[in-house]
Nanobody, 132 residues
Framework: QVQLVESGGGLVQSGGSLRLSCTTS????????VVWARQVPGKESEGVSC????????YYSDSVKGRFTTSMDAAKNTVYLQMTGLKPEDTAIYSC?????????????????????????WGQGTQVTVAS
């Protein structure tokens, strides 16, 4: 299985924007779902978004809905995560992975993107730091 490669992280002020990229040269991303997740050291990983071009679906966790947008450029074989209205609590390492399907569930009263059991390996990730 192939890790995807993320880029685009950095340091931004609260309220600012960043665009993350996720790509690979090994297989066409538009034949899979692509999940973005984030993790803070010491805490569980949180699914952020999922895009599936074959099924024309996009899912977002409640924590980012309305602020983050995922998209795919098939010609560049790249999935983007456009992040706006960034908050200090968005600070995390963001990673992407290919999956067979996009899924979303309500857990503890919050809607979250849920990777399937067949999700591919996560990339190394890119650090996003939001200063208050």
């Amino acid at each position: 299985q192939v890790q995807l490669v993320e880029s685009g992280g950095g340091l931004v002020q609260s309220g600012g924007s960043l665009r993350l990229s996720c790509t690979t040269s090994k297989f066409p991303l538009d034949e899979y779902a692509v999940v973005w997740a984030r993790q803070v050291p010491g805490k569980e990983s949180e699914g952020v978004s999922c895009i599936n071009n074959r099924e024309d679906t996009k899912y977002y966790s409640d924590s980012v809905k309305g602020r983050f947008t995922t998209s795919m450029d098939a010609a560049k074989n790249t999935v983007y995560l456009q992040m706006t209205g960034l908050k200090p609590e968005d600070t995390a390492i963001y990673s992407c992975a290919s999956d067979i399907i996009c899924a979303w569930a309500v857990i503890a009263g919050r809607g979250v993107v849920v990777p399937s059991s067949q999700i591919g390996p996560w990339g190394q990730g890119t650090q996003v730091t939001v200063a208050s």
